[in-house]
């Protein structure tokens, strides 16, 4: 329903301002509705990592309140068009390929994630990939510093201070967004890397969860203009089992050999020079279907016709592949190429580009609140009390 009411929103907005969603160097309105969560799904990382806890009492005390978050939105695009809006995970391999092999269990209720995360470790898979990036200026922040992004978080103010400086016209605002997109930019340039990956991720967020406490990028921001590219390269499935444990506990998943991490404003990936998309057995391929799909979103950039495209793809894909026996399916033959999991959803695509939209949406939320603050006002107030009481 979230991502529902988002790109509804994004859509009504954009097109009430005469902008064009299909355009990657468009520097797109932000939404001036708000959006409020009351949790109730798999996961709720968005609601994890705005506001702390999973309680609908709390969400909906901000939402009574009227507090206000701003939050970061990656637009999707591929063939010239947009295809979707994430806020949360953007990846590629590993969790594509777990969400593509949990929609054939469904029938198992959200043990499906489990028992599907199991399957496509012990599938052993890597995929060759190019990923061009666009580095974020280093001197703001790191996905390495260690910090984390709580509530009154400098580094997400002092990005609205550079994303809307109050000298700028929506004219000077477009060119200046525009040049930092742009492959030739002066004010940064695209770096590119190829081989083999377990997976390739892009967050927006720390999305974390009740399983994973710090999430898939610990030090990501908010609301900062900004995401977090996670590039984990192909090693022995020892090393990867370590990777994805350390996402349940406290120690550093990026300190590993096989794993970068970047802070970037726009990523791209492609097959390598010669690859063709193939090798869809086990999870559906492109056809002309979806090539006539892709033109439709480019001419009316409809997200009416994009769900229900999506909606008729997962049908097609079950309708395709039967349910394979465990060693049936960890024996088979890996497929040349994976599926990207947006938010949840499968994009039957390889070849896309992503932007990070800063601040385009806001939500009823405050930020996870510093605990050890609090604790220690707590304790202050507590001591003062005693000392009234003693005084008295």
Known sequence: MFSEILHGLIGRTQQEAGLCEN?????????????????????????????????PVTSALHIIIGDSQPLDVCAVYHAAA???YSVSLLGYGFYGDVLAESEKHRWMGPLRYDYAGTVVYLSNRSYAGRVQYLPADPLLSSPKD?????????VCSKSTE??????????????????QFSVDSEEGEWVSVEGRFRCVSLTCM????????????????????????????????????????RHTSTEDQFDLPFVEVHRVKAVRFSLPAGQEDEGYEEIGGIDEEDSRYVE?????GSQQQLAERGTGQKKANEQKT???FLCGLCCSKAPA????????????????????????????ARGIEDRAAMHNCSEEKETCERRCISHK
């Open 337 to 364: 190429v994976s599926v990207w999991n947006c938010d949840g959803e499968i994009l039957p695509f390889t070849d896309i580009i992503s932007r990070i939209h800063g601040q385009l949406v806001r939500l009823y």
């Open 296 to 300: 439709t979103i480019s001419r009316n």
């Open 322 to 324: 039967a349910t394979p």
């Open 23 to 55: 355009d990657p160097t468009v520097t797109l309105q932000p939404c001036p509705l708000h959006i409020g969560i009351i949790p109730a799904g798999s996961t709720d990382c968005v609601c994890y990592a705005t506001v702390g806890v999973i309680d």
């Open 82 to 84: 947009l295809v979707r």
């Open 146 to 154: 260690k910090t984390r992004c709580l509530a009154g978080c400098s």
């Open 162 to 179: 550079r994303l809307f400086p109050q000298s700028s016209d929506s004219g000077s605002l477009y060119s200046s967004n525009f040049s």
């Open 206 to 245: 720390s999305s974390s969860c009740p399983k994973s406490p710090l999430g898939l990028s610990p030090s990501a921001h908010l609301a900062d203009g900004t995401g977090d590219l996670i590039l984990v390269w192909d090693t022995h499935p020892l090393g990867f089992l370590k990777f994805l444990y």
